[in-house]
């Protein structure tokens, strides 16, 4: 019986084999490698890294598929950041904590800034389901409203990634510059307890490394969803020939705008996750060089690829790590340089390259041990 | 002038009221001043194959663009079915029935033939819709059916990049076909095509015209005899000339400026 080629085309599986193994690959390393080689310091810092990551993979969406590059996703970083950093700050701001201000039950910063009552916005923050709903609906609101606007006059490319990079430098000038409300340039700091639970020591570090690494994976595969449904293939198609997808009946700004909430909540869930791991957030994580710095992970790691992200994330921040306590001064030349290799000899960044070389050799091996695969899609995406 | 060309038993009466599938009156767009399109009037029955010609800078491709909404008219109406098109969106002209091709082959190189004619098919067009979009039987077959149409059946699970020159142009006309429009645009479709592909592409417009109206820009006279069944000819943003290939041929304005040279 022949049958025509099209009624062998199905959806495509959710995860191809390959991505499965990738999938399976960064999770041991996540949750089993790192955690048995690593002191408790060292960990603590790779969730650090870990939380940059979902800045990374949200740029892989907006930037890689839909070809939105926003040069301000520490806007997002540091939205979710600050939102988590409030409720903690409250928590930790009690009566009995604060008795020695001379308004006690408020935030230090704001003593010091002769503030005398919580500011409205802050209130809510007492509350720990608000400011979760907060950290996924406040940024996607913000993105919302800046791509509605840009999208809907369609300001694109460029003159997008520089509007990005003014609200990341506005930003960040708001928050310094408000130091009664904000903690100006030195952020909000002495986080103690989220929901009772000391946030300071190993055991809570280890944990909160963990948790970080579980909505690190539950992302991926939302991406993953994403990714393989028709909304996938229509960033793509958009990024290569936009009016084609106008004239074929799609209203292009909404779907724009749809990849650009979604990196903000992915940046959104990574900043609020620093707070918490860190102990700390400032307006140093919200303006245009992190922004950049996060660009950078996504093209290492390869800004076509949801696992490159995450490697490239973790690989640049080894290496800074690695290379500024020997060469603080050169470390940034050598970022700027890493950035400019890549994208003009590896412009698919550390996935590119795997893809070119080591997976055909892979594929030919699984190949020769399996039976044919029923015939699904070559995704687009690879 | 207008009137001239209308039908004799239509002077008088209102050309919109009129079963027209498209009324174009008075269309009119200036670019800073310069008028790339001047009170230019055309209608077009339903199951026409109307085709625009005229030369280099007459602004033909500006009338599609003006018809499917990529530029805004200064002046004048586009009726559609006796919907006014020139206060519509791009996607709502779509949506009612508009589908244009353009110039340069504009498909998807990343994506198979078969993703390419999956974006197309009318269904899942919003941000939702688009996320849980389905490929069921019904999908398959519409697009398997329309991959036959247009010569790439056994192309479906190619990438859209490696398909030659001609083939991309076919694709972008499925991809159009596809959302079943009432009134299809197509910018110069065989443009760049060998001979043997050109007989092809008139073989499918003839056999997509049922239950359609074609629109067709083209330059190549032989093609053009083949598949209009009127010509309208446009000369520096104005109609110069229209009616049938046969008298369009020996209007003495049109070989002055166009056919003659």
Known sequence: ?382 | MNAAILPSHLIGADPAEKNFLLAVEGLTVSFDGFKAVNDVSFYVDPNEIRVIIGPNGAGKTTVLDLICGRTKASSGSIKYKGQELTKLSESAIVLAGVGRKFQTPSIYDDLTVFENLEISYPRGRSVLGALTFKRDAQVRDRIEEVASMIFLKDQLLERAEFLSHGQKQWLEIGMLLIQDPELLMLDEPVAGMSVGERIKTAELLNEIIKGRSVLVIEHDMKFVEDIAHRVTVLHQGKVLSEGSMERVKNDPKVIEVYLGH
């Open chain 1, 1 to 382: 019986m022949t049958r025509s080629p099209a009624s062998n085309v199905h959806d495509n599986p959710f995860m191809k084999p390959m991505e499965w193994i990738s999938l399976a690959l960064l999770a041991a390393v996540i949750f089993l490698v790192l955690p048995m080689l690593l002191d408790a310091f060292r960990l603590n810092l790779v969730g650090k890294y870990l939380t940059y990551s979902f800045v990374a993979l949200g740029l892989v969406i907006c930037w890689g598929f839909g070809g939105i590059l926003s040069l301000g996703q520490g806007v997002f970083f540091g939205l979710g950041g600050y939102l988590m950093a409030m409720y903690l700050k409250l928590e930790a701001s009690s009566i009995e904590n604060t008795k020695i201000q001379s308004t006690p039950g408020i935030p230090d910063f704001m003593d010091w800034n002769q503030i005398t009552a919580l500011p409205w916005f802050w209130k809510p923050f007492t509350s720990l389901p608000f400011t979760i709903l907060a950290v996924l609906v406040v940024p996607a609101l913000f993105a919302f409203v800046i791509g509605t606007a840009m999208f809907r006059r369609r300001v694109g490319g460029t003159y997008f990634a520089i509007i990005t990079q003014a609200i990341a430098a506005i930003l960040t000038i708001l928050i310094v510059g408000q130091q009664g409300y904000t903690g100006g340039i030195n952020g909000i700091t002495d986080l103690r307890t989220l929901h009772g639970w000391d946030i300071r020591t190993d055991s809570a570090h280890n944990i909160l490394y963990f948790v970080n690494g579980g909505l690190l994976v539950a992302c991926i595969l939302f991406a993953q969803y994403v990714k393989r449904s028709k909304l996938g293939r229509i960033l793509l198609a958009m990024r290569d020939k936009e009016d084609r997808v106008r004239f074929s009946g799609y209203q292009v700004a909404s779907f724009k705008t749809f990849a650009f909430c979604l990196a903000a909540v992915f940046a959104a869930i990574g900043g609020a996750m620093f707070t918490l791991q860190v102990g700390f957030m400032s307006p140093s994580f919200v303006g245009i060089v992190p922004s950049i710095e996060m660009v950078i992970y996504a093209a290492v790691g390869g800004r076509l690829s949801l696992f490159g992200a995450v490697w490239g994330t973790l690989l640049v921040n080894w290496a800074k790590t690695t290379f500024s306590e020997s060469f603080p001064e050169l470390w940034l030349f050598g970022l700027g340089a890493l950035f400019i290799a890549v994208v003009l000899a590896f412009p698919n960044g550390l996935a590119g390259i795997y893809r070119t070389y080591v997976e055909p050799r892979l594929t030919r091996r699984v190949k020769a041990l399996e039976p044919a695969p029923a015939v699904a899609l070559p995704h687009a995406a690879e």
